[in-house]
């Protein structure tokens, strides 16, 4: 089943269902404690919250994701992109518990021909957090699900809240089967690569109090509407009804390893390593053309800087695999020509997403070949004082003088066994951003020593890092 075809029957299953379709917001979250939309409930918070009544009781949509935090396992695991969809539905002060549950195994058992996702109930397992007796129940007693396929999970995956006193709640996950070739049985608990967790359901019932993020606070009581979130991925529903091993496969991705095979000459499958980049690129150019299409710029701060970092980074995995010229234009191009089925506005846009995408691919082009030789260099100084560690500073240099995210040389070290000196990093930025700071008020106050002025100039650029791990959770 197509993507585009899972997306449709989400919609009109729930649409059929007295659920308002509501289109995907933009990856610019609206929401000030966000950098971008991470999860289908983002653009619904006002909601849940009681800030803003809607004009409906049950909502679905399929909503742009991207979560930066999972950028490490991409390629790695078989499951997590940095962009995804995520299919939801939602209920405000409607039907709750037993409502949810019985949609989603609706949806997920019913056969195709009769407009469901038709997966075999044997190869569902379900979690539920530790003390809701009431989610066992229905799934044991309502829907049927036997008692050893139900497991109970703690806080950490199966609590939801969003690390600030307001509504919070246990959830209820749904997780597939996909056999012995992905390891040991025993469920979702024991084994999260053969048990893939595809659909999670929160039950909002509680209110938080205040205590430390998503773990550690306390409950103060329950809630006067209880409220349903659920979100499914895409993705890796496309993957399962693919048969394929992971997301980087289905169909929107796996065009982009292929225009990556023809750009580089290496074969899917050719090895470990370049399967890796292969998903990498395919994923990351994918999420750049994204946030592009959202109004996203690469910069030194923030959303340009998640921009920039996964730009750089699809970038250098293709040189890893031999390429030597400019690749984007025709990557962005797939990217545009599937992902524009669903998002006109990629095609409508196609000219501004190429200017941006294509003038930060120069400038980094540019530098690519300078930096890796000081990086190079400074490896093997390192390795010959009998170091293991890169000296901040030069981790610095390469982020000042040659645009290179930490991140990268984070890897690139790593690649040739060092770690880095981040904290040192960190505080040469911190000294950075200060010296920049000190210098524009002396400017405007006009007190400035202009030797002092030129020098800071020349060395600071317009940089300012805003953290490696940028802040956002996960919301759903
Ligand atoms: P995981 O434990 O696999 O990292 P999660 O618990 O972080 O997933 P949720 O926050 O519950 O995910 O999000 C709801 C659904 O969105 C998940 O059940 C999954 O299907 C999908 N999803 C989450 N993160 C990703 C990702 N990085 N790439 C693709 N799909 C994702
Ligand atoms: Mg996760
Ligand atoms: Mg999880
Ligand atoms: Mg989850």
Redesign the pocket.
């Known amino acids: 089943m197509e993507s585009a075809e899972i997306r449709r029957r989400w919609l009109r299953f729930f649409e059929e269902r007295g659920h308002t379709v509501v289109p995907s917001a933009s990856l610019i979250a609206d929401d000030p404690t966000l950098l971008l939309v991470n ?1 289908g409930m983002v653009p619904f918070k006002p909601y849940f919250l009681g800030e803003v009544k809607p004009s409906f009781t049950r909502a679905t949509s399929v909503q742009k ?1 991207v ?1 930066t935090p ?1 950028i490490e ?1 991409v390629g790695k695991t078989t ?4 962009f ?1 969809q ?1 299919c939801g539905n939602f209920s405000f002060g409607d039907y709750f518990k037993e409502g949810a549950i019985k949609y989603a195994w609706e949806l997920l058992t019913t056969p195709v021909a009769e407009g469901g996702y038709g997966l075999e109930p044997e190869k569902l397992w379900i979690t539920v957090y530790l003390d809701d007796d009431e989610a066992e129940r229905i799934w044991r007693d309502v829907v049927g699900v036997p008692a050893q396929r139900i497991q109970r999970l703690g806080k950490k ?1 199966n609590f939801w809240s969003m690390g600030v006193p307001g509504p919070c709640g246990p ?1 209820s ?1 749904i997780n597939y089967d996909r056999g012995p070739e992905f390891g040991i049985e025993g469920g979702p608990a024991v084994n ?1 690569e053969r048990y ?5 359901l929160v039950f909002m019932q509680y209110e938080r109090g205040a205590g430390e993020g998503k773990e550690d606070f306390p409950i103060l009581g329950d809630l006067p509407a209880q409220n349903i979130d659920t ?3 895409l ?3 496309a993957m399962i009804l693919q048969g394929v091993q992971n ?1 980087y496969e289905t169909d929107t991705l796996r065009v982009v390893i292929d225009k990556a095979t023809e750009l580089t000459g290496v074969r899917y499958g050719h090895s470990k390593d370049t399967d890796v980049s292969l998903r990498v690129v395919a994923d990351h150019l994918r999420t750049s053309t994204m946030l592009i299409g959202d109004g996203v710029t690469p910069g030194n701060e923030g959303r340009g800087y998640v921009l920039r970092r996964i730009m750089r980074r699809a970038i250098r995995n293709m040189r890893m695999l031999g390429a030597t010229g400019p690749v984007v234009a025709e990557l962005l191009d797939v990217v545009i020509r599937t992902m524009g089925q669903q998002y006109p506005e990629l095609i409508t846009d196609r000219s501004r997403i190429e200017t941006v995408a294509l003038a930060e691919e120069a400038a980094f082009l540019k530098t690519l070949k300078a930096g890796t030789n000081i990086l190079d260099t400074a490896v093997t100084e390192t390795k010959a004082a009998g170091g293991t560690v890169l000296a901040g500073d030069k981790a610095f240099l390469l982020h000042d003088t040659w645009g290179f995210p930490i991140d990268l040389t984070l890897e690139m070290a790593a690649e040739q066994g060092l770690k880095v000196d981040e904290d040192g990093f960190r505080r040469l930025m911190k000294e950075q951003r200060e010296r920049a700071k000190a210098d524009a008020k002396a400017k405007k106050t006009g007190h400035a020593d202009l030797s002092a002025y030129r020098e800071v100039a020349d060395t600071a650029g317009a940089t300012d890092f805003t953290g490696y791990t940028l802040t956002e959770g ?3």
């Open positions: 999860a994701c979560r999972d396992e499951r997590h992109g940095t995804f995520m995956e959830c996950e999260d893939v967790e595809i659909w999670n979100g499914l991925g993705e890796r529903l997301m996960e919301s759903t």
